[in-house]
């Protein structure tokens, strides 16, 4: 977002899609030209240690910090290590530099002690520099907030879903503010920014079912927040279709089984698909064998919600790209999928991928026609 709305009034450069390791920071620096009035960079942090090379490379001017989840727990262990890893981003700038820090969230400002430059807060807080109120977030609604900073009000028009990524819009115009963009233009151009393919994006079919896909990572900490949005629609059912879960400390059978409880008070049919979500969540199933359904793998799934969604349902997907490739289900519902394979680590969207059409582990692709609602799966 931010860079989509400094591109409306600066030549601007950015990261593509998601790429945010070292190397592909530095190709995208490599590629960077005189014309070229800002360089929207992200990066990633992975570990301990990992983002200090790449703070380096890019020398930030501005730096933004959004929210401190519980992202890599595997390797940072708690949120403070992850802020702490993260810190480096505010440390690292200059007597001159701007750290644009997200007021809602406690370990992202303590890192305003060290930053030798300018601090600028955004947040839902009323002591934040610049101020969101979430107006609309409801589906099928987009995200619609108003945004106050130094006396001025504007109305801010999203195409994003969820007010849980209010933080998001609110650092794009905190930063577009610091970069010379009246607080109006950037409103303005914000209208126009649409969300990544796999993070909240809407997939309307023709044959009137909605899917939104979100299903790029699950760190169990995002669930309530996709959850409870789904919970919340307007839509004649919803469906939630959870695929791998990642970053949670404890006993994994006990995570997913926390999770269908909650998804079940919010969603009308809860669909879990990995390797171990049958055996997991096979008594709760058994309770409301009707609502909640495990398969193992993403195909089962898929030929389940093609059997079953009509026109005016709503799906959510999510799940782990690597692991699970989510997209598949809503390609199932329309079209035929030739390829199945399960965990194949591939980082790409099917859509992209030269193995999309090659069966897969001696699969037999079932002939049908494309469109034609089929399929059941098993428990």
């Not at 450069?13 to 390791?21: E, I, M």
């Amino acid at each position: 977002m931010i860079a989509d709305i400094l591109a409306q009034y600066q030549s601007t450069h950015r990261s593509f899609d998601s790429n945010n390791k070292y190397f592909s920071v530095a190709r995208t620096i490599l590629e960077l030209r005189r014309r070229h009035d800002n360089c929207v960079l992200e990066l990633g942090a992975s570990g301990p240690g990992s983002l200090g090379r790449g703070v380096t490379l890019v020398r930030p001017q501005i730096s933004v910090i959004t929210t401190i989840g519980r992202d890599h727990y595997k390797a940072f262990r708690s949120a403070e290590a992850a802020a702490v890893e993260k810190r480096q981003l505010v440390s690292g700038l200059a007597d001159d530099g701007v750290a644009i820090l997200n007021k809602d969230d406690p370990l992202v400002m303590a890192m305003a002690d060290h930053c030798r430059g300018r601090v600028v807060t955004y947040g839902l807080d009323d002591n934040a520099d610049f101020r969101g109120k979430v107006s609309e977030s409801r589906w099928p609604d987009l995200l619609a907030m108003n945004v106050s900073f130094q006396g001025e009000e504007v109305f801010v028009q999203t195409q994003l879903l969820g007010a849980h990524l209010a933080t998001c819009v609110l650092a794009a115009l905190a930063t577009a503010v610091t970069c010379g963009i009246p607080l109006k233009k950037a409103a303005t151009a914000i209208t126009g920014s649409v969300p990544y393919f796999g993070r909240m994006s809407i997939e309307r079919t023709a044959g009137g079912v909605t899917f939104i896909h979100d299903h790029f990572k699950a760190p169990l900490w995002t669930m309530h927040s996709v959850v409870t949005y789904l919970g919340s629609a307007r839509a004649s059912r919803t469906f939630i279709v959870i695929g791998t879960l990642s970053d949670y400390a404890g006993s994994a059978s006990n995570k997913y089984r926390e999770l269908a409880r909650n998804a079940l008070e919010h969603v009308d049919q809860v669909v879990f698909c990995s390797r171990y979500a049958p055996r997991y969540l096979r008594n709760l199933c058994e309770q409301y064998p009707d609502r909640l359904h495990g398969f193992s793998s993403t195909r089962e799934a898929a030929d389940f919600i093609a059997g079953v969604v009509r026109p005016g349902d709503l799906v959510l997907l999510k799940g782990s790209h690597r692991a699970d490739h989510l997209e598949r289900v809503s390609t199932n519902y329309q079209s035929i999928v030739r390829c199945w394979r399960s965990s194949c680590g591939r980082e790409g969207f099917c859509d992209q991928c030269e193995l999309r059409d090659v069966v897969a582990n001696g699969d037999t692709q079932q002939s049908r026609e494309p469109g034609e609602i089929w399929g059941g799966g098993t428990h």
